[in-house]
């Protein structure tokens, strides 16, 4: 629940947010559902699974996650989903790199 405590919180905001599908108290897979539905949440997603097959990667989509990071992760893996979901952020960087 601690994702989607976070989320309840008033004034938080999570440009993206990586949710591993195997947590303890509540699997990844409800906590998005909840995030989605009761939350009402609409910023990026990314599932963190060790089991990327076609199958699993159907189940967490369904469940509401925008894509999906295979383990183990890599760093360059991380910088990627970043440039996916959030452009933005990168071209805020790369603007500051220039100056």
């Known amino acids: 629940f601690d994702s989607v405590q976070a989320l309840q919180q008033k004034g938080e905001h999570y440009d993206l947010i990586f949710m591993d599908v195997q947590m303890p108290k509540v699997d990844g897979l409800s906590a ?18 060790a089991f990327a097959d076609e199958s699993n990667i159907k189940v967490c989509l369904e469940a509401g996650m925008d ?33």
């Open 32 to 49: 998005t559902k909840m995030i989605r539905k009761d939350l009402n949440y609409k910023y990026p997603i990314v599932a963190l699974t």
């Open 67 to 99: 894509g999906f990071l295979s383990k183990p992760i890599k760093r360059e893996k991380i910088r990627m989903i970043i440039s996916e979901y959030c452009p933005e952020k990168n071209e805020n960087k790369d603007d500051a790199k220039s100056k």
